[in-house]
């Protein structure tokens, strides 16, 4: 069975620093990887996915992610942080088992200090 | 540019009694998926569903919980008999295809079970 571990229930950062959001999953097939983003009081936004293509992902606001199968790892990065990168962000993995179930991880909580 | 609308954005229910949360996916968009989100937790799969039959539910998805899509439009959760518990955000989405495909989410109906 699938699962997603996010480390780090809250990530803060100064304004322009670099983010850095840790996700390993575990999957018996191979995964396909996603990273959303919630703003308060709204539903979930894709920022990027991963599907067995590039291991080095190019997503939305700057974000990217690196797929690493030797550490099972989908860590999502940001250069510079900006004020409105502030929100939370879930890893999540899809597995076809028949079905179309993604297991999303707790998610990270983003603070950007001016 | 098209997106996943939800009704109500608040439902307010007393225990016991049954509650349908409405949802309007992406008009060309063939897979369907509610999940639900307990106040500051993770968001948890409920179900999927294509080719108007469910193709996977979690173990959460008990018989107090069905899914219908009535019309070729909407896509109804129906909550039976609520309980305390069942209090939570519920979000909507659908996609063009499988797992490899981005989910587009709704902005959620908060139910509150009292």
């Known amino acids: 069975a699938q699962s997603v571990t996010q480390l780090g229930s809250h990530v803060s950062v100064s304004e322009g620093a670099l983010v850095l959001l840790r996700c390993n999953y575990s999957?018996?097939?191979?995964?396909?990887l996603f990273w959303y983003v919630q703003y308060p009081n709204q539903g979930l936004q894709l920022l990027l996915k991963y599907t067995s293509a590039a291991t080095l992902v190019k997503g939305i606001n700057g974000f990217e992610a690196e797929f690493k199968k030797s550490e099972t790892s989908f860590h999502l990065t940001k250069p510079s942080a900006h004020m409105s990168d502030a929100a939370e962000y879930f890893c999540a993995v899809s597995e076809n088992t028949g079905g179309f179930k993604t297991i999303f991880g707790a998610g990270t909580r983003l603070f950007v200090k001016a | 540019e098209p997106e996943v609308t939800q009704t109500p954005s608040h439902q307010v229910t007393q225990m016991g009694q049954e509650v349908i949360l409405r949802c309007v996916p992406i008009s060309n968009h063939l897979y369907f998926y509610w999940y639900r989100q307990i106040l500051g937790q993770k968001v948890e799969f409920l179900v999927s569903f294509y080719n108007n039959e469910i193709s996977e539910k979690s173990e959460i998805f008990d018989d107090q919980f069905s899914v219908e899509r009535p019309d070729g439009s909407n896509f109804t959760l129906k909550i039976r008999s609520t309980k305390l518990e069942d209090s939570a955000m519920y979000f909507c989405?659908?996609?063009?295809?499988?797992?490899?495909?981005?989910?587009?989410f709704g902005p959620g109906t908060r139910l509150t079970v009292t």
């Open positions: 989405a659908s996609s063009s295809g499988g797992r490899a495909y981005e989910q587009y």
């Open positions: 999957s018996s097939v191979p995964p396909y």
